[in-house]
């Protein structure tokens, strides 16, 4: 940490921090009160720009630039390495100091005491407050605790008619044993899922999205996205289920007063539109008016319970009693225990499914986490709370209503008899009440097994009961009508799916959706009015169950992959646990309606599918990135302990495509052949001082890799800075690639300019040629007739050790600063179409295996082949042979071909390539070298050596003689590839070492420039390391 002295000053005087005027003062030169002595470690003695506006302040007594902790640095933060507000960048730290005078503001350390803690006054927000002019004007947002917000509100949506018309009758055929166990075995689901939203939940900031937010975070937008559309779809229609449900309830009221409006079907029609329009205008008066409503329905319901509970120890009357209620008798409990099975619906698995749906609804409180005050203290202790509570209730009522009601009872006050009368059958014998035959012909109209009213039979003010169904009933269709616009609203505004964006704008302070609700009423009217909701609940069902078991699947693949950023501040969740419970919720759906299970994957699939394909721009940290961390890692670690064979041997590529978009050709060959398939790295070498490229590295790194991801090419960006080409190459040849995956093949364009370029980048190319060989790289060089490079088209500046004679005014290379391009521009810019982007048609890929390399030249062709682009060419190989054995050596070859499974059937042999060529040609080459050469004649062996110190890229007589036969061959192979190969698709060709030391580089470049001159074709001149990447055996 960087410190000022600081010097002794008048107490009155010492702020504790410098003020700007100070500051400046100081830079000025002015001998201000804090102006550092000579060899004072303040940076400011040779100034260079901030980064950051960042001022020396006092931090623990001394001055310095390094601020406190505060909560201001973490508010808000997104990828690593992005800026923080108020804290000092590194450059503000590490490099020399210099404050941009146009830039300058109060750093939040000034605000500050020096323990970290906000000053009290005005000053502490005042960084905020000038960030947002106007904001004290602007109302404060309804904010729920966790009762009000998320308890009851869980509560009211769990409640539902089940528990006032199916709890006793599931009572009476599982008995209260079994019962108790399906009621035990639905809240473990529910609670194990409380659990997980608790864990996810406490995971960091919670805003408003709910369920949707909740697993989109935690798993991605691909299972996220198609849960929230679903979810949010499915709460639409719960709207419209819950309603028809009270409008059946009053349905049935005005039917027994005669009182029907126009006709049963009809009514619940016109009573539902009407109930669903009333709840439209609560949710729209705003979130504190749905709260004040769901209070009243909460309240509404424990009156209910209440009435009902006290119903159970008042007396049975002589009508009760006909109904089959005579309090609580021990020998009722003891019988209506053990389960009496009835009807086609009576099974463990048949009841269990009835009762699930009034288990779940633990989402509600979830749905709404924008509004909450503290969604993650409230979430977890509300949702758990509301779990608990319901679960006593359902408990308390099956067993106190398996304790006074018989089973079977006829309603009629004429079945009472003598206690003992004989021919009585029943327990209601015992009681004074001969139910006898009703009960053996099945045709009891009351009692737990028949009568689905016995809630109010037993309660002491039955329309209490009936006002309890009407709070269950609109209080869960209010939750839900709330719930799916506040979980669209954020699935609109991430922007997955299309034409949905209309709905995602809030409204007031509380950003309503009053778009997504005006779409959720109208489905929710739509789905009224078809009145026959019998065949959409169970599809319902499926898609909250779908919700759960990914919730809980959401907390169990954030733990397993041990990623840093999982710290729930809530502990007492377990991943196994929640992997059970996500197992468990998709046995429960196909349990539930296994048709409907299908079609609930189904529409999860399709919408996965979708999201996959348009691949949306958005990083949330998900569990997904952390789990594809982990499986490259232990892949990458696994694959160092397996030894290497020749046939899993894979070409990875170290291409030097010096900026990507520079040399698109040649980055489409290599990703043609390696994608899917094995390594491509590019790799990019800034020539200049390191201060100075530093920075366009790291600016520009992103935007390469963004440019080769949207060209759909396979492959990593790396650059180096280094102060010559030949060097930085030597860094990424010995560091690229990480363990097994390291390249094994330089891939590099032809130096096109090499007769002009000057003399020192002719001998770093060739050397690079050199190093590749020497750490045992296979070496493969693109030529093409129109050149690789398009940064003219770009209008960029460029690597001129490859291409410099296309811009002579760049002869320093890339550091020209003015040449970056802004990663934003760079990715989006317009992608230039290669050859190697087109279909090639029957065409023929050449390949002229001339030398023994191990079979790369070989190899990479067939790669290509496989490719559909190139699937219709044919591939011709051609060998070196003698004129008096080539029957045999074709024979030989083929033979060769065929044990390694190539498919290459066509094989030519080339009698004549030792042939003398035209003389016009070897005029041409002797002019091609003459500027390179000594000329030394007849000069001393000593005059020449000091000749060649100087240039050592020049030719020597000696060396022209000696390498003549080799030279006039290339001369002959150019003649060769112009007869046969003029039309191919593309030309792969083995090319001639020079030896280190004693073939100059001008004397190869002439070699490689002989070989492949005038061709139209691509081509490839390959050299593998001479070990072998072919084999035909099969161990």
Request: aromatic share 10%; net charge positive.
């Amino acid at each position: 940490m960087a410190e000022l002295p600081i010097p002794d000053l008048p107490p009155a005087r010492c702020s504790g921090r410098f003020t700007i005027s100070t500051f400046l003062g100081m830079e000025e030169g002015g001998r201000g009160p804090y102006t550092p002595t000579e060899g004072s470690s303040c940076d400011s003695v040779q100034p260079t720009q901030l980064s950051s506006s960042t001022l020396c302040t006092r931090t623990f007594g001394y001055n310095t630039v390094d601020v406190v902790p505060a909560y201001e640095h973490y508010a808000n933060s997104k990828g690593v390495g992005d800026p923080r507000k108020g804290r000092p960048s590194l450059a503000d730290l590490h490099s020399i100091l210099k404050p941009d005078p146009g830039r300058l503001r109060m750093p939040v350390s000034d605000l500050q005491h020096s323990n970290g803690l906000p000053e009290a006054g005005p000053e502490a927000g005042l960084e905020e407050a000038e960030g947002e002019p106007g904001r004290d004007s602007e109302p404060e947002p309804v904010r729920f605790g966790w009762v009000k917000g998320v308890m009851i509100r869980c509560m009211l949506n769990i409640w539902g008619v089940i528990l006032y018309l199916r709890l006793p009758w599931i009572t009476a055929q599982a008995g209260i044993a079994l019962t108790w166990l399906i009621i035990l075995l639905s809240v473990t689901v529910t609670t194990i899922t409380g659990l997980s939203i608790s864990a996810i939940s406490t995971n960091g900031k919670v805003k408003s999205g709910g369920t949707y937010f909740l697993i989109s975070r935690s798993l991605g937008p691909e299972l996220g996205g198609s849960i929230g559309l679903i979810f949010a779809f499915a709460n639409a229609v719960a709207v419209a289920m819950h309603t028809v449900g009270f409008a059946e309830t009053v349905r049935d009221l005005l039917q027994e007063h005669n009182s029907l409006i126009v006709d049963p079907t009809n009514d619940i029609r016109i009573i539902g539109v009407i109930t669903v329009t009333v709840l439209l205008g609560i949710s729209l008066a705003g979130m504190e008016w749905e709260a004040k409503a769901q209070i009243l329905f909460f309240l509404v319901i424990l009156v209910s319970f209440i009435n009902y509970l006290v119903g159970t120890v008042i007396p049975a009357t002589a009508e009760k009693q006909a109904k089959g209620f005579f309090s609580y008798r021990a020998d009722i409990f003891a019988q209506n225990f053990v389960p009496n099975w009835r009807g086609p619906e009576g099974s463990f698995f048949g009841l269990f499914s009835i009762f699930f749906p009034s288990a779940t609804g633990i989402l509600a409180g979830a749905n709404i986490s924008g509004d909450l005050k503290d969604p993650a203290v409230a979430i977890p202790k509300g949702t758990l709370m509301a779990i608990f509570w319901t679960t006593m209730s359902y408990l308390v009522l099956s067993a106190t209503i398996g304790a006074c009601v018989v089973r079977d009872a006829s309603g009629s006050l004429n079945d009472s008899v003598a206690v003992g009368s004989p021919g009585c059958e029943g327990l209601a014998c015992s009681f004074g009440w001969n139910f006898t035959a009703c009960a053996q012909q099945q045709s009891c109209r009351y009692g737990l097994s028949n009568y689905y009213q016995s809630m109010s039979m037993v309660s002491g003010f039955g329309p209490l009961i009936t006002a309890g169904i009407f709070g269950a009933t609109l209080s869960s269709a209010l939750a839900c009508l709330v719930s799916a616009p506040k979980v669209f609203q954020c699935l609109c505004k991430d922007q997955l799916y299309p034409l949905i964006g209309f709905f995602g704008k809030g409204y007031g302070r509380n950003s309503e959706p009053i778009r997504g609700y005006m779409l959720t009423y109208v489905i929710a009217v739509g789905f009224i009015l078809i009145a026959e909701l019998n065949a959409i609940a169970p599809i319902i069902s499926n898609f909250f169950l779908c919700s759960y078991a990914l919730i809980n699947f959401s907390c169990f693949h954030a733990s397993i992959t041990n990623s840093p950023g999982w710290r729930p501040s809530f502990r007492y969740y377990s991943k196994w646990a929640a992997l059970f419970g996500a197992a468990v919720s998709v046995v429960i759906m196909f349990l539930l309606t296994w048709w409907a299970a299908l079609i609930a994957f189904g529409i999860v699939i399709f919408l996965l599918g979708y999201v996959l394909y348009k691949k949306p721009d958005v990083n949330w940290g998900s569990s997904m990135q952390a789990s594809s961390y982990n499986m490259a890692l232990n892949y990458s670690v696994g694959l160092s302990e397996v030894d290497e064979h020749i046939k899993n041997y894979r070409p990875q590529c170290l291409v030097l495509t010096g900026p990507p978009n520079f040399r698109p050709a040649l980055v489409d060959f290599v990703g043609t052949f390696t994608k899917n398939l094995s390594l491509m790295l590019c790799g990019n070498v800034l020539i200049g001082p390191w201060k100075q490229k530093m920075p366009e590295s790291r600016l520009m790194a992103d935007g390469h890799t963004k440019w080769l991801m949207k060209r759909k090419i396979k492959a990593f960006y790396t650059d180096v800075v280094a102060e010559d080409l030949r060097s930085g190459v030597q860094m990424l040849i010995q560091a690229a690639g990480l363990g097994k995956m390291r390249p094994n093949i330089l891939v590099l364009g032809y130096k096109r300019n090499w007769r002009t370029a000057s003399p020192q980048s002719l001998e770093d190319y060739v050397g690079i040629l050199h190093d590749a060989f020497d750490f045992k790289y296979g070496v493969c060089l693109m030529r093409m007739k129109e050149g690789l490079n398009v940064s003219r088209v770009l209008q960029a500046h460029v690597n001129p050790t490859f291409e410099a004679a296309e811009h002579p005014e760049n002869g320093t290379g890339s550091r020209a600063a003015p040449g970056t391009v802004d990663p934003t521009t760079l990715a989006s810019e317009q992608q230039a179409s290669t050859i190697f982007q087109s279909k090639q048609g029957k065409k023929t890929i050449d390949i002229y295996w001339l030398f023994d390399d191990g079979g790369l030249t070989l190899l990479i062709p067939y790669l290509l082949g496989r490719k559909k682009r190139w699937g219709k060419c044919k591939i011709r190989v051609f060998v070196g042979g003698q004129i008096n054995r080539m029957d045999e050596e074709r024979k030989a070859i083929v033979s060769l071909l065929s044990k390694f499974r190539l498919g290459f059937h066509e094989v030519h042999i080339l009698p004549d390539i030792n042939q003398k060529p035209r003389p016009e040609h070897i005029k041409r080459f002797d002019e091609l070298i003459a500027p390179f050469r000594l000329n030394d004649g007849f000069k001393d062996e000593a005059t020449v050596n000091e000749m060649r110190q100087g240039c050592p890229w020049k030719i020597s007589d000696e060396e022209v003689d000696k390498n003549r036969a080799k030279s006039l061959r290339q001369v002959r192979l150019n003649e060769i590839l112009q007869d046969y190969s003029r039309d191919a698709a593309l030309i792969a060709i083995t090319p001639p070492i020079g030896r280190k030391g004693r073939c100059p580089s001008s004397l190869y470049m002439a070699w490689l420039e002989t070989l492949s001159q005038d061709l139209r074709p691509p081509i490839i001149l390959t050299r593998g390391n001479q070990e072998n990447v072919l084999t035909f055996y099969c161990q």
